[in-house]
Every structure is written in structure tokens, then in C-alpha cells.
């Protein structure tokens, strides 16, 4: 059968949609009527049929869309991607990695037949079709992480380990909410992390750190961190905030469905096996109010959240502007009925 | 998230003697796919079905990195050791089922290096059988310097020699030969990497002559299992799950854990990685520290042990397990 690909577009006239499939596959990432901060690592193992977890590296329908995107995003700014000198064996474990993963959940669209160190990586979406030695750079395009990650949705950090920390010495990073590659390059955990005014914020950094610093080959694991965009934008850097940052400011009451989206990123986490680095797929899923409140639970749940949100998150979050509008907006299709347990629409 | 490893299930598929203390043990997958991918440097912990009791021990990988058909590790004989290596020398045979975990690299290579200067005393070979091996496919540079006991016991000496030429320099204790650690460590180029892996004290001497050279700690990388020690038993309330136990003369704390049903995590099971660190709840009694893991000041402070390596002397000790 296959993914039927769509054409749409991420800036300018903005024609990102999901189809009723894909909304009812949305990582919705609230579970109960309020939102706290937890600590919600648990194993990346795949989950029910037709979600997002079905695979442990998820092709939707935005794939090839957002390859484009992508391709942009390079043209105008090509240190979105980097990667250290000593980093290129990771990032031919990444390759390695996703090629695996892409082809064993979507045969019909990827192919990867190995025969020694010469491999064939068919891409049909893509229209793409390589024949290349694994390990010798020279026989790719471009170097073998850039290579595998203008195919694979999502953005992704290679962190090195050494000294008992990790250093993002590489990355892919061209849908990010607010941050810049270019900026914490060569950086360790805590630098990337800086400022960390509380030591109990920093108790917290120095367990995280340990967490992820014993990944384990074999045993990936993943959380789902969320915010909200206006307009179906993936591209929200900091490079950029010229361009996405006034947006916040154009929300009414008429376009709320249709401008804001909320954005959810499973991210990953998983042990490199030759280069003992860490890789940190952040894959990001964007769906618009109109869509998710086709779902009643979802509606009412996220209209509580968002109500109920503390001040300070909300700040964080970038949503103090337009959240008294979204509340409202949201509030109409809260019924005040129960919700049921669990993330999934009813 | 379940502790451990990830577990594979392997068939001894041959075991070669390679000298008069050290056997070299060959597994494949039971299911004739290929082994899992590894870096050099890397170990696999090796469960062993001993009677009625189960010895976890971490082994190096020993092979090309590149090349996962089979897992090679390789043991010495240790008669007087806890009986880990003795079971591994008289029990196994090839066509054996066993179970090992997925890589773990404690030990692994800084690709940053401009060049990877190896000491390996007497087993402590093996991880460098691996490293070499990588560095030597991705053209990298390296210089092993070998110290064993005899030229019969210096185990793949010969391999090595073969492989790397001049790369690759040996001592022999009974000949008297001796590294000049302070003359190599001193004419290294800038951005150089150091790896020691051997007996305890070789280590020590190797970091401590690299500190007093200047050479900063993060370019100074060491391997050292420390195999847990015998001792007296003692008894141990295990507060978070209601169980007292009972750890015996042979057994390590965390075996002692692990047979009354607990599951800790553990990745090295040598006193490095960390990962089982518990807390104490409280204790009247001395504490017998083996592990690098934690600082002198908790050591002194009595308030954490890694069970994987440290005993325990005394009347009550009570661990949050
Ligand atoms: S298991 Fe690694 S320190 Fe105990």
C-alpha cells in the first residue's frame, strides 16, 4: 500500500495539513487534565499499529514535504549542519542506523541491500538510488550524516562521549523550536544547558547526564517534550525569530484554529555502536487547533492544560500572548464532562 | 526500564587454547544473524550457568570491529580467583548455548586523537586487540607497547607483531625488559591519546607518571576491571524490597542481590561504570571500598557502596534495594 506523500509547504502560504489519519496518530503528549513536569524516559520500544511508535523511526505522510523544507533551510544556511572531523564515524553508525530502520518499516519506499562494504540505498520518495563503499566518504554526495539526514524526518544531535560527558560535535538541526546548532557546537551537557541558576536544577542536569551517558547499545529510550507554534512553521531557530516571533502577535479570535499548532517532539536516544557516540533524534509533529479538536477529548483535555498552565511555563513556553485568546477559543468545545485516561482520542 | 544488558543468545561455536593460561572462546548468534555491531574497547558480560549458581563476568572483545560473524573474548586462567575463568577453561565447549549481553564500551577510543599510545600488560592485551584492529581500517595511528611475563605467555604477541610490524613493542619481564614510560610518555607529539589496561598497579604507575608529566587527565584513558574480592560473609537488609540476605565468601554483594530475586543495574560489573550504585541506609561496621567509582569523600562518608565490587565487615548494614 504505501504512505501517499503530500505536497505541501511550511512558510509562505503555509499548506501543512494532516490528513484524518494522521490526526488520529498524533503523539497527543497529555495523558491527564493537568500538565506537570516529570521525568518521562521510558525504553523506545515500538509501539501499537497505525501510531507513531509502530516503527522506532516513523515515515509519515509530511516525509517528502519536509525533505524539501529541508533542502531550503541548507540552501540559505548550510552551517544548520556540522560535524566535527572526528565525528564522521558516527555519523556513518547514523547512516547505518536509519537505513535500517527506514527500510525494515517501510520496504515499499526504502531499500537497502548490502553486499560487503558496498551498499545500494534505494529512496523512492526521493527518487534516489546509490551505490556507495560504507566508510569511504568519498563515494557519497555529501558526508554520511548530512547524507542519511536530508532523508530522514526529524532533526538530530551526535553527542561524543568522553570525560564522563557528552559533546554535541555534530547535528542535522533545521526544525528546531529556539535553539541553534551553530551556537552550542563543540559544546558539553552543562555548557548546552547553561545558565543553570538553581542547584537543584543542577541536581537534576548531573542525573540526566548520568541517564544518558549509560545508553546502551540495544536499548533505546525516548520522551515527549511539547510547545506551540504559530502557523505550521518548522523551522522556528533563533536565526530566524525575525520571521516566526512576530507571529505570535497576529493570533484572533477567527484564526486560532487555524494558526496555532501544537508542537510535539519525541526524542530519542540511542547508543552509536562504532563511535560509542550518542545520537539524539528530535522528531518534531505539528498539528493545528481545527485538527486536534476534531478529537473531543483531546479538546477538552487541552483546553484544561492550557488554563491550568503556571504562569512561569507558560512564559517559557512562549505562549503569554495568545494564550487568553486560545483558552477562550478552546473553552467552547469543553463540555466539562470527564475525560478518560490515557493519551489516545477516544 | 528493566536493568542490565540487552541480552543475545550465542552458541560457543569454538574454543582455542592459546598458551598455558589463556583460552580464547568463539560465539555466534543461535539464530545465524550477524552479532551486533561494537566499538574497540568494548566488553560483553558473559552469564555463566554454574550448578545452581549464575557468575556474571565482563570480558573484552577481542576481534575486528568490522567483521561480526563471530564474538572473540579471551580468558586467563585464574586458580586462585573466584572460579569465573576456571568454569569458563573446564566447562566450555563448543557447541554450548550461553547468554551474553550487547557491547558496552567503557574504554573506548578519543577519535579526536592525532595518535592512540597503548600499554597493555599481560590480559590486559585484549581490548587493544580491537582497538587496533579499528584504527588500523580507518588508516588511524597508533603504537602498542606490550609488557608480559615470558615470550610464551605474551598472548598474540606474535599476531600483533605480524599484523602492526614495529607498531607494535614488546617487553618480557624475565628478560628484564622495561618500559622507559617517562622517555616515551615525555616524546609524544601534541594530541596525543594514552590507554593503559593491565594489572592495577601497572595502571597506577602509568597515571601517576603521566599526572607528574603534565599530561591532562582527559587525554589519559584506563581500563581496569577489578574483579570483585573474596571475603568474610556478612548479612545485608535489603530496605526497599523487605529482604535480609546473606553474601558469601565467593559471592560479590551484588551477586548476593541478584540471587534473592532483586535486580539492580549494572553495566560493568568491575567497580567503573557507576551504574549500581546504592545507597546505605545505615551501618555499624567497616566498609571495604574496591570500586574508582565513587570519591574518598564518600567512601569516608559511608553513605553509598558499589555492590558490584565492595564488601562490608560488621555487625548491621542496611541498603535502600
Ligand atoms: S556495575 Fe559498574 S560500578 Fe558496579
Redesign the interface.
Known amino acids: 500500500m504505501g504512505i501517499t506523500f503530500r505536497k505541501e509547504t511550511f512558510r509562505d502560504d503555509f499548506t501543512f495539513k494532516n490528513s484524518p489519519e494522521h490526526i488520529r496518530r498524533f503523539p497527543f503528549p497529555f495523558n491527564e487534565d493537568a500538565y506537570m513536569y516529570a521525568v518521562n524516559i521510558e525504553p523506545h520500544v515500538v509501539g501499537p499499529k497505525g501510531s507513531v511508535l509502530e516503527n522506532l523511526i516513523d515515515v509519515d505522510e509530511h516525509y517528502v514535504a519536509e525533505m524539501q523544507d529541508r533542502a531550503l533551510v541548507l540552501a540559505e544556511d548550510p552551517l544548520r549542519c556540522q560535524s566535527l572531523p572526528h565525528m564522521t564515524l558516527a555519523g556513518w553508525d547514523l547512516l547505518e542506523l536509519l537505513m535500517e530502520q527506514q527500510a525494515l518499516g517501510y520496504p515499499e519506499h526504502f531499500t537497502l541491500e548490502r553486499n560487503g562494504d558496498r551498499w545500494r540505498w534505494i529512496n523512492r520518495p526521493l527518487g534516489i538510488d546509490d551505490t556507495f563503499t560504507f566508510g569511504d566518504t568519498s563515494t557519497l554526495p555529501y558526508g554520511p550524516m548530512e547524507y542519511i539526514t536530508r532523508q530522514s524526518q526529524g532533526d538530530f544531535c551526535i553527542l561524543d562521549q568522553r570525560d564522563g560527558n557528552l559533546w554535541m560535535d555534530a547535528g542535522m538541526v533545521t526544525t528546531q523550536a529556539d535553539w541553534s546548532l551553530d551556537f552550542d557546537i563543540g559544546m558539553n551537557f552543562f555548557e548546552w544547558h547553561a545558565p543553570v541558576p538553581l542547584a537543584h536544577e543542577k541536581g537534576i542536569f548531573t542525573r540526566a547526564l548520568k541517564f544518558l551517558t549509560n545508553i546502551q547499545q540495544g536499548k533505546p529510550a525516548r520522551r515527549l517534550n511539547w510547545t506551540m507554534t504559530i502557523n505550521p512553521r518548522l523551522d522556528t531557530s533563533p536565526e530566524n525569530y525575525h520571521k516566526w516571533g512576530p507571529d505570535r502577535a497576529t493570533v484572533t479570535p477567527e484564526n486560532v484554529g487555524d494558526k496555532v499548532h501544537l508542537r510535539v517532539e519525541l526524542q530519542s536516544f540511542w547508543r552509536l555502536p562504532r563511535s560509542n557516540g550518542i545520537v539524539f533524534p528530535i522528531r518534531c509533529y505539528l498539528i493545528k487547533m481545527d485538527e486536534l479538536v476534531t478529537q473531543p477529548k483531546w479538546a477538552r483535555r487541552l483546553h484544561r492544560v492550557i488554563r491550568d498552565l503556571p504562569e512561569e511555563l507558560a512564559t517559557y513556553k512562549g505562549l503569554t500572548r495568545y494564550r487568553p485568546t486560545l483558552v477562550d477559543w478552546l473553552s467552547k468545545l469543553d463540555d466539562g464532562s470527564p475525560t478518560s485516561p490515557g493519551f489516545g482520542p477516544d | 526500564?528493566?536493568t542490565g544488558?540487552?541480552k543475545l543468545d550465542v552458541v560457543v561455536s569454538d574454543v582455542v587454547p592459546v598458551n598455558d593460561l589463556v583460552t580464547r572462546f568463539h560465539f555466534r548468534r543461535r539464530d545465524g544473524e550477524l552479532l551486533?555491531?561494537?566499538?574497540g574497547?568494548?566488553h560483553v558480560v558473559v552469564e555463566m550457568r554454574d550448578g545452581d549458581r549464575t557468575r556474571l563476568n565482563p570480558y573484552s572483545l577481542m576481534g575486528s570491529?568490522l567483521d561480526t560473524r563471530e564474538y572473540t573474548i579471551s580468558i586467563r586462567r585464574d586458580d586462585v580467583g573466584r572460579g569465573g575463568s576456571l568454569f569458563m577453561h573446564r566447562s566450555v565447549k563448543p557447541g554450548l548455548e550461553m547468554v551474553i549481553s550487547?557491547?558496552?564500551?567503557l574504554f573506548?577510543l578519543?577519535?579526536?586523537a592525532k595518535k592512540h599510545l597503548m600499554l597493555a600488560g599481560g590480559i590486559g592485551i585484549t581490548p587493544f586487540m580491537a582497538q587496533t584492529a579499528?584504527l588500523a581500517?580507518?588508516g588511524g595511528n597508533f603504537e602498542l607497547h606490550y609488557t608480559c611475563r615470558t615470550a610464551s605467555l605474551g598472548t598474540y604477541a606474535d599476531v600483533l607483531r605480524e599484523r602492526y610490524g614495529n607498531r607494535v613493542r614488546l617487553y618480557h619481564d624475565d628478560r628484564e625488559e622495561r618500559i622507559d614510560l617517562d622517555r616515551l610518555l615525555s616524546s609524544q607529539p601534541l594530541g596525543t591519546h594514552l590507554y593503559v589496561c593491565g594489572p592495577a598497579g601497572m595502571i597506577n604507575w602509568v597515571r601517576d607518571r603521566a599526572a607528574s608529566l603534565g599530561w591532562p587527565?582527559?587525554t589519559v584513558h584506563f581500563e581496569h576491571f577489578a574483579a570483585p574480592q573474596p571475603g568474610a560473609p556478612f548479612d545485608v537488609e535489603l530496605a526497599v524490597s523487605g529482604k535480609t540476605i546473606r553474601v558469601g565468601e565467593q559471592q560479590s554483594l551484588l551477586e548476593a542481590i541478584e540471587a534473592a530475586g532483586v535486580d539492580p543495574p549494572y553495566?560493568c560489573r568491575g567497580g567503573v561504570?557507576?551504574?549500581c550504585e546504592t545507597n546505605v541506609i545505615s551501618s555499624d561496621g567497616k566498609f571495604i571500598h574496591n570500586d574508582h567509582w565513587l570519591s574518598e569523600e564518600d567512601h569516608r562518608s559511608g553513605c553509598k557502596i558499589m555492590p558490584c565490587v565492595s564488601r562490608f565487615e560488621g555487625k548491621l548494614l542496611v541498603l535502600e534495594r
Do not use: H
Open positions: 526500564m528493566s544488558t540487552t551486533p555491531t561494537f566499538s574497547g568494548a570491529p550487547y557491547p558496552v564500551n573506548s578519543d577519535l579526536r579499528q581500517g580507518g587527565p582527559e553495566l561504570c557507576g551504574q
